[in-house]
């Protein structure tokens, strides 16, 4: 089975620009979140998706959004880059439910993650 | 809300030493608790999770951790390690209610050394 899969690898944009990046969850997985990780830092939480809405937002401006697709896929933009927006993006997907059969924890799965250079 | 403290940021250890890497959570809720391995360049690998029941946890790679709960903690350990070992290792947590949404700590890099 493929794993998560995030695309593009790598990014090189200039400040002031905008940027999408996407992220395509295990299949049969309902739940996307995306993490920031700076250089020399662990991951930080920026939003999570389940059945295509919000479900949490983690402590990043408005610049940064992001939406949930039909097929659970999910792309992360991010308006007005700045330096401080260099980082790796990572995205987890799980099976996200907490009600029914599979209430409980179900485990993350992380993708690659997309370096994003802003020059 | 959660927090996580990796009190070494960095962890020199010679091949086939033991060695000991540590976490301490902060919460007001139950927690799952968790060590991910990231080698350079890569994403984020679970070595271990701890959910409930027994206190030692057994991951991948020979690696364990043991969940403390009156000193909020949850170290990782590895009796032998390998060159392989070198890698960056995070601790994470996340509540019950909202498994979801991780606070990771700052994360400690293992230096395995020949």
């Known amino acids: 089975d493929a794993g998560v899969t995030q695309s593009p690898t790598h990014l090189i944009k200039t400040r002031g620009q905008h940027v999408t990046l996407r992220c395509s969850p295990i299949?049969?997985?309902?739940?996307v979140s995306w993490y920031q990780q700076v250089l020399g830092q662990g991951p930080q939480f920026i939003f999570q998706y389940y059945e295509k809405e919000e479900r949490g937002r983690g402590n990043f401006p408005d610049r940064f959004s992001a939406r949930q697709f039909p097929n659970y896929s999910s792309e992360l933009n991010v308006n007005a880059l700045l330096l401080g927006d260099s980082a790796l993006y990572l995205c987890?997907?799980?099976?996200?439910?907490?009600?029914?059969?599979?209430?409980?924890?179900?485990?993350?799965?992380f993708g690659p993650g997309t370096r994003l250079t802003v020059l | 809300a959660q927090s996580v403290t990796q009190l070494d940021s960095q962890v020199p250890v010679f091949e086939e030493a033991p060695v000991e890497l540590r976490c301490n959570y902060s919460?007001?809720?139950?927690?799952?608790l968790f060590w991910y391995v990231q080698y350079p360049n890569q994403g984020l690998q679970l070595l271990l999770k701890?959910?409930?029941?027994?206190?030692l946890v057994k991951g991948i790679n020979g690696f364990e951790a043991e969940f403390n709960k009156s000193q909020t903690s949850f170290h990782l350990r590895k009796p032998s390690v390998h060159i392989s070992d070198t890698a960056e290792y995070f601790c994470a947590v996340s509540a019950q209610y909202n498994f979801n949404k991780f606070y990771f700590g700052s994360g400690t890099k293992l230096n395995v050394k020949p």
């Open positions: 299949s049969g997985h309902k739940s």
């Open positions: 919460s007001s809720v139950s927690v799952y």
């Open positions: 701890y959910l409930s029941g027994s206190t």
């Open positions: 987890a997907s799980s099976w996200g439910g907490t009600s029914g059969s599979r209430a409980g924890f179900n485990e993350q799965f």
